[in-house]
């Protein structure tokens, strides 16, 4: 089982970031995934999930309307977009597979750095 | 401020046994799995325990979890100088619509 993200990214005040997550080694259409974030020396933050089919995602309260979670079956790649970003948006982004209520297996992380 | 509470720190000497508290209330804890994940500096966490007290293939037998009322409990027993790390507990909230929660994290050093 591998999640592979994508390279670290550097975007500007009230810009956007779609971060991917290529999954490997497992069948992707039978798993949730899930993103979690890391600002620098804080905790994690769970964000939200797509579904197995794509047709249902789950967003934070304090990211809806401002976040985006799809997937692409033909690919095996999960995706994040994150719009009007602030710099309280730096952070290491996570995606993770649910397995048994838990995150099985997580992909290495995606830098995002946001600064003027 | 997180919806679950853990120590930020906990420590003690090699061999050693450590205990990780993870405080949430019924809406929460009280009715959820819990999960437990290590994470070293620089990595991507680790599932160490799910569903309150199962271990993944590979996790060793000195991890193990626990789960009563509102509240969890990490163990890890035998301490090695390799489990330097930080520790999270999660579960869901039903009071958030089922959001995902995190604990704040706690540190754990091998005296």
């Known amino acids: 089982v591998q999640l592979v993200q994508s390279g670290a990214e550097l975007r500007k005040p009230g810009t956007s970031v779609k971060v991917s997550c290529q999954a490997s080694?497992?069948?992707?259409?039978?798993?949730?995934i899930h993103w979690v974030r890391q600002a620098p020396g804080q905790g994690l933050e769970w964000m939200g999930y797509?579904?197995?089919?794509?047709?249902?995602?789950k967003a934070a309260e304090k990211f809806q309307g401002r976040v985006t979670l799809t997937r692409d079956t033909s690919s095996t790649t999960a995706f994040m977009e994150l719009s009007r970003l602030t710099s309280n948006d730096t952070a290491i982004y996570y995606c993770?597979?649910?397995?048994?209520?838990?995150?099985?297996?997580w992909g290495q992380g995606s830098l995002v750095s946001v600064s003027s | 401020q997180s919806v679950l509470t853990q120590p930020p720190s906990v420590s003690a000497a090699p061999g050693q046994k450590v205990t990780i508290s993870c405080s949430g209330r019924?809406?929460?804890?009280?009715?959820?799995?819990v999960s437990w994940y290590q994470q070293f500096p620089g990595s991507a966490p680790k599932l160490l325990i799910f569903?309150?007290?199962k271990r993944p293939s590979g996790i060793p037998d000195r991890f193990s979890g626990s789960r009563s009322g509102a509240s969890a409990t990490l163990d890890i027993s035998d301490l090695q100088t390799g489990d330097e790390a930080s520790y999270y507990c999660?579960?869901?909230?039903?009071?958030?619509?089922?959001?995902?929660?995190f604990g704040g994290g706690t540190t754990v050093t091998v005296l």
């Open positions: 993770a597979r649910e397995f048994g209520d838990a995150f099985d297996f």
């Open positions: 080694g497992f069948k992707f259409t039978d798993y949730l």
């Open positions: 797509v579904n197995s089919n794509g047709r249902t995602t």
């Open positions: 019924s809406s929460n804890i009280g009715n959820n799995y």
């Open positions: 569903e309150n007290s």
């Open positions: 999660a579960t869901w909230d039903n009071r958030l619509s089922a959001a995902g929660v």
